[in-house]
């Protein structure tokens, strides 16, 4: 018999996967009734709010659209170009603002990685 310190039993820990599972694969709240969703970030909140808190000093302009692309991006959208790029973005509901930067990049450069992405978006900051 195994003994772990687990405090849930593994029966419970199947009933809770399955609950999970369309959260999982819809990437949206599945709740029928909105008060059990948790409210979305407002317009005015601060920037801290709409996303994660990082250790240390703020970081600078590089490093946050340098983050924001690996959200948006993942590995699996590089190598492309600002045109692919662009439309992985809107298809993955990145914000508009961010996709039509990237879509405004040179055609026909190749980006290998979310850092060189955000190097061509912000070089006067990295």
Do not use: I, Y
């Not at 970030?41 to 692309?69: K, Q």
């Not at 948006?72 to 930067?101: I, K, N, S, V």
């Amino acid at each position: 018999m195994q003994r772990r310190s687990d405090r849930l039993s593994a029966h419970r820990d199947d009933e809770m996967k399955t609950e999970l599972q369309g959260l999982l694969r819809s990437g949206h709240s599945t709740r029928v009734t909105e008060w059990h969703d948790p409210e979305p970030v407002a317009d005015d909140d601060p920037e801290v709010a709409g996303g994660p808190v990082l250790p240390g000093p703020a970081p600078g302009r590089f490093e946050a659209v340098r983050l924001e692309l690996g959200r948006q991006l993942g590995r699996t959208a590089f190598p492309a170009t600002a045109a692919g790029l662009a439309g992985t973005l809107r298809e993955r509901g990145a914000p508009d603002r961010l996709a039509d930067l990237v879509a405004g990049l040179p055609e026909g450069t190749v980006f290998r990685t979310a850092s060189e992405l955000a190097r061509a978006l912000t070089p006067d900051d990295a």
